[in-house]
């Protein structure tokens, strides 16, 4: 038990750390929360200009959901956790070793995975707090009205798809121990999970051995079950289903990432990879 | 063996391999024990595997063969128990977050090394009184001088007050006062009132003189002598050496035909190169010595001193510790 609480210290003290570093660079802090907003307006006026408004009904007849801008939201916000865990999760280490940490931190009497897993939570509260944020601000700013009877259960959809993406972000870590030239894979990874992920498209427009790939992957269940809750989209599972689904790839994830990253943790120490990272 | 609470390596080999065939050998069968308590030096030039050795202690180095005990644990066998007795102070002034302040920092490592909550602020507060960086508590590091941000290192070193200590250069590039500050540090505070046992890395002959009970001297990944710096000294032939101070470039084969008459050991720092000749009667070859020199650079000085050292790690290596001037 009091090694638990040690570790939850060391993943909590890894949070606050961060968020300290972060908050002494406030433009680039604040610039994080606007800046999201800038890249996704092109997106939504591409959109109105081809349909010639923001409603669709090719849109509706697909996924009983006509507002194309709710819909591409929300698939915009799933995309924010994906690039967290790719780059925030898999940065971490590098990161460490450019600020010179690394060596110490990796003395430090914890299992190394503790330090990537408070960065997976500082990364959360950071996403989190910026979802929230813009979450308000285009609802307001374009009048969308989701629906919050079933907050609660978009809220453990979530929890649950975060927490699977976490395996990747871990996975991404260990092999950045391993390779130099890390972010030619976090960038493939990240890219390839965007195209399969319905992110602003259903699932039924991506060609069938694609749908296959992408229902292997927590973020599909993510937007799948997101959308169906605050914009009533019909996307063919019950959600017993995908709280079901999303249970059984968390668990198969963050087995898989753990295991990679032990396993190049373990290979790094025998080649000498971190000392000369 | 596991009974030990300071430190033992038997047959330690850390291999680094480049190429298929080309490989490294960083630690090379390195054996020895550091008692409960005591203040050893580990002393050798850069890229002798000094510090490959301390990775592998602090396990972050996997050794390719041999065992390391530290503490009572085995550093393959039980890497984290390694790790509560140790505190490792490498890396200088970069092991620090330099956005935090000392107390940002220090609050942080003590999470992370376990200092339990209701002790956090007190040994916070008793670390920056005894490093003397209570006034610079809410600066940030990247404000302070290299010789604070090094006591500041120290300082998170010890945060969890670990019984064991490794100590990787500790003075590297800082200046004369900081530089004396932390080997009287060291000397007095962490090993005689504090007990620790200690393994002081250094290429600083001075600093492992003057600090360590005893010294090992490391070259090429292997130990070539172990003693305290007393016998270490003994085991020169010559007990005298000319020194003659110059400015210019020399090099060793200028003194080709002085080899038969001691040991040379050609070393530059400052920017003053330093001709040291280890031998029985110095006064025989005072003006052989200083007329190679005079031909080719400045003389400052000369004098007879009693062997260094330095003087001792060049007759049994044949290389200095200063930098990578050929000996003889």
Known sequence: MKRVIHYLRAINAENMKEWRIELKYKPDFFRQFFAPFVYLLPYFLYGVALLGGRFSEHLQSITGVADMIAYTFIGYLIMGFLNTACWAMGWSLRKEQWYGTLDTVFAAPVPRWVYVAGMAFHSTLHQGLIMVFQAVIISVFFAIAFKTTGIGVVLVIVALMVVGLYGLGVLIAGLTIGLKQWWVISEALNTLMVVVTPIAYPLAVLPVFIRKISLVLPTTYGVMGVRHLLLGEQIGYDLTTILFRLAVILIVWVTIGMGVFMMMDRYGRKKGFVSLY | ?328
């Not at chain 2, 970069?94 to 956090?120: C, D, H, I, M, Q």
């Not at chain 2, 080899?259 to 920017?271: A, F, M, P, R, V």
């Not at chain 2, 052989?288 to 060049?314: H, N």
Request: glycine share 8%.
């Open chain 2, 1 to 328: 063996m596991l009974q030990t609470r300071g430190i033992e390596l038997k047959n330690l080999v850390k291999v680094f391999k480049k190429k298929k065939k080309d490989e490294v050998r960083a630690v090379d069968g390195v054996s020895f024990r550091i008692a409960e308590g005591e203040l050893f030096g580990l002393l050798g030039p850069n890229g002798a595997g000094k510090t490959t050795l301390i990775k592998c202690l602090s396990t972050l180095l996997i050794p390719d063969d041999g065992t390391a005990i530290v503490g009572g644990c085995d550093v393959n066998a039980d890497p984290l128990g390694v790790r509560r007795k140790l505190g490792v102070l490498t890396g200088g002034e970069r092991s620090l977050y330099w956005k935090l302040t000392p107390v940002e920092n220090l609050n942080y490592f003590a999470a992370l090394y376990g200092v339990p909550r209701s002790e956090t602020k007190e040994r916070i507060h008793y670390l920056l009184e005894l490093m003397d960086l209570f006034d610079k508590k809410h600066e940030r590091v990247e404000r302070l001088s290299s010789g604070m941000k090094q006591k500041l290192s120290i300082a998170r070193t010890l945060v969890h007050d670990p019984p064991i200590l490794l100590i990787d250069e500790p003075t590297l590039g800082l200046d004369p006062y900081f530089a004396r500050f932390i080997r009287t540090f060291i000397k007095t505070e962490l090993h005689e009132q504090l007990k620790k046992t200690i393994l002081l890395t250094t290429h600083y002959m001075d600093e492992a003189d003057e600090l360590c009970e005893r010294i090992a001297f490391m070259y090429n990944g292997k130990i070539k002598a172990l003693d305290t710096p007393h016998l270490l000294k003994k085991r020169m032939p010559q007990e005298q050496v000319l020194e003659v101070k110059c400015v210019g470039d020399i090099d060793d084969q200028a003194f080709s035909s002085m080899h038969e008459y001691g040991t040379l050991n050609l070393s530059k720092q400052d920017g003053f190169t330093y001709v040291r000749m280890s031998t029985e009667n110095p006064e025989d070859l005072l003006s052989g010595v200083v007329e190679i020199v005079r031909d080719r650079a400045r003389v400052l000085s000369v004098s007879v001193t009693s062997p260094t050292l330095e003087d001792v790690f060049v007759h049994l290596t044949g290389a200095s510790l200063k930098d990578d001037t050929t000996q003889q």
